[in-house]
């Protein structure tokens, strides 16, 4: 069965069949070649007529696809009867109409006609679309054989689904053993290529949206769109173009770009206005994706080959599938299908290439395996011949290992032995220069308030050298093999006040703020005053260091008794300890990143928390980068007898 079509615009949109079917409109009809009418992006009506010379009797069925067209209205003649617009039967279709439940077609309107020998049926179809291009084929069949051509049809569709599912499929078994994006995104365009043929087969208007034109037209706009962003960024990764193509990069992302544009174009209903534009986009895009497909053919691996078939796949398809949506009449009827079949073989291609690297990447791991068994085979018989002599060679190092520490052990006790000699020796001079300065203050009169300041800051230098001396003694006692601490029941604020006491001394008088509360400070604690003050020393000279001069008025020493235990907690607004340094703060000799040129050894906190440890306490620190620091010594009280 064959028949003659020919179309008319409708460039006023109000032409009914009683106008389509006069003279003057008669003789504005042009043929086409085919059975295809195909307008591209227009929101212009047009009319179609399809003219059948009927050469027996019998009963045909008239198919048009596709059925996401907003409006179809076919009027049907009766053969031989076809001069006033009453002897035409209706029928309207459309996405925007309820659908047509007859059992003609399952994805496509369609109308039964009837032929009588020598007498011509005439078939008017007026297309009005406003949502995405207009483009519409007729097909022609008898009746008796569409059971066996849908069977057939519906059998196809079935393959090309399944298929395409499985491949996605795949494609996620990949993923989930081999976590790499590019797998993810190859599979979030597989299934952007299944949910498109579903709308530009019909099927989203027939399952999803029936009746539902609004809904229908957005799942088609934003599905063609995202299936740009989701192709762009899928390819570019399998193409390796941020690594081997950078320069090529910044394109594929804004193709990308113009698909997210596109969705918003859909969402809002004008994917007729955008579609010119982001379909020369996903044209020139497709064809990069070949060109760059070949360019990194590598004679020597299939994987490339099998992916440059697969980017041939994608250009030739897709710019052939949307110049065709485009309005190119002179592309035969065939190729409205050829982007299903190329996206089914160009999925079928990657996946393949995909599988060729993952096969690839196994037979090289087994080989790295079977090397690593035979080098390890070779190591286990090297060792077992060095076992003796490596043997031998851990008595003579555990040998030097004790001659070593007990020599460091002796070093730390001359050390401590020095410092007290040192401490010794400088205690009678210091307290000769003391005794002096005090006899030179009482021959002063009271007016002479210049030589009584001298007299003071001698009196202050004396007391901080005395100190800087004594601090030092402690620490080196602490560091060495005789640190025993001297537990004996004292109140927590008579060792804070001599801590103050010390560190006013050492640090020449700083202004600190203490909150010491009466009831606090008389709490008991076991502890060996002297070594735990040295600990409060130590934070408040840690705290002064660190803290800029205008931020040291800030730091504060606080007494808090929570249960059956002190926190004495001192905080500070100071350069704050960098997060990566927080886990190694008790370490010896360790110091923040951001210490810079601060002199310190790094030796404070190990002492502090060697010093809670020994009082069977814990040292808790929270510090941020630059806002400061707080760090609380948390101590057992004593228990009552």
């Known amino acids: 069965m064959d028949g003659h079509l020919s179309v008319l615009t409708d460039e006023s949109g109000r032409l009914q069949l009683d106008d389509v079917l006069k003279k003057e409109w008669q003789s504005k009809f042009a043929p086409l070649p085919g059975k295809t009418a195909n307008m591209g992006y227009t929101r212009k009506v047009y009319w179609l007529k399809f003219e059948v010379l009927g050469t027996e009797e019998t009963d045909a069925l008239l198919s048009m696809a596709p059925n996401f067209l907003n409006f179809i209205d076919a009027h049907i003649s009766y053969p031989g009867h076809h001069d006033r617009a009453d002897q035409f039967q209706h029928f309207s279709f459309g996405d925007h109409r309820t659908l047509q439940r007859d059992g003609l077609s399952p994805i496509a309107p369609a109308v039964k006609i009837s032929l009588l020998p020598g007498r011509s049926t005439y078939v008017y179809v007026r297309l009005h679309n406003e949502s995405s291009f207009t483009q519409i084929s007729m097909k022609l069949e008898p009746l008796e054989s569409i059971g066996v051509r849908r069977l057939a049809e519906g059998l196809a569709l079935g393959l090309w689904f399944g298929g395409m599912s499985i491949l996605l499929l795949t494609q996620l078994v990949f993923y989930y053993f081999d976590r790499k994006v590019g ?8 299934l952007n290529v299944i949910l498109v043929y579903l709308g530009n087969l019909g099927l989203s208007t027939v399952f999803i949206f029936p009746g539902n034109g609004f809904w229908n037209d957005r799942f088609l706009g934003v599905n063609a769109w995202a299936g740009l962003t989701a192709h762009a960024l899928a390819y570019a990764h399998i193409l390796d173009i941020p690594r081997r193509e950078k320069a090529f990069y910044p394109i594929f992302l804004a193709v990308a770009v113009i698909g997210v544009i596109g969705v918003g174009f859909a969402l809002f209903g004008q994917t007729i206005m955008f579609g010119p534009y982001g379909s020369v986009t996903s044209i020139l895009g497709a064809l990069m994706t070949m060109a760059l497909g070949w360019r990194q053919v590598n004679q020597n691996d299939r994987a490339s080959k099998l992916t440059a078939i697969a980017c041939t796949l994608v250009g030739l398809g897709s710019s052939i599938g949307i110049m065709q949506r485009m309005g190119a009449s002179w592309l035969p009827e065939w190729t409205f299908n050829i982007y299903g079949i190329m996206a089914l073989l160009q999925v079928l291609f990657f996946t393949g290439a995909v599988a060729s690297r993952l096969r690839a990447a196994e037979t090289l791991n087994l080989a790295m395996q079977a090397q690593a068994l035979r080098m390890a085979q070779e190591a286990e018989h090297a060792a077992t011949r060095l076992v003796e002599e490596r043997t031998r060679e851990l008595v003579v190092a555990r040998k030097r290992a004790e001659e070593a520490l007990q020599s460091e052990m002796e070093s730390q006790l001359r050390q401590v032995r020095f410092l007290e000699v040192v401490s010794h020796q400088y205690r009678t001079p210091l307290a000769s220069v003391r005794s002096n300065i005090d006899a030179m203050a009482v021959t002063l009169e009271n007016i002479d308030q210049a030589n009584l300041t001298r007299i003071s800051r001698i009196r202050r230098a004396v007391a901080r050298l005395a100190e800087i001396l004594e601090v030092n003694l402690s620490r080196s006692r602490l560091q060495g093999a005789s640190y025993r601490p001297k537990l004996a029941k004292v109140a927590i604020g ?5 801590a103050l006491q010390r ?25 060996d005053a002297d070594m735990l003050a040295l600990a409060i020393v130590n934070l408040l000279e840690n705290a002064l260091k660190y803290s800029p001069p205008d931020a040291q008025s800030s730091i504060c020493l606080s007494l808090r008794h929570i249960k059956n235990e002190i926190v004495v907690e001192v905080r500070d607004r ?11 703060i008790f370490e ?14 790094g030796l404070g906190l190990f002492l502090v928390e060697k010093i809670c440890v020994a009082h069977s306490g814990r040292v808790e620190v929270q510090s941020t980068e630059g806002q400061g620091t707080t760090i609380s010594m948390i101590l057992p009280v004593a228990m009552a007898p």
């Not at 050492?506 to 076991?526: F, I, K, S, W, Y």
């Open 183 to 190: 797998y993810i995104l190859l599979a979030v365009s597989t």
């Open 494 to 498: 008579v060792v804070v006040a001599s």
């Open 503 to 527: 560190t006013r001394d050492l640090l020449n008088d700083p202004q600190l703020t203490v909150d010491t509360p009466d009831e606090v400070a008389a709490v008991t604690l076991a502890a």
């Open 574 to 584: 100071g350069l704050g300890i960098p997060a990566g340094d927080l886990p190694h």
């Open 588 to 601: 010896n000799a360790r110091r923040g990143a951001n210490a810079g040129t601060i002199e310190g050894s």
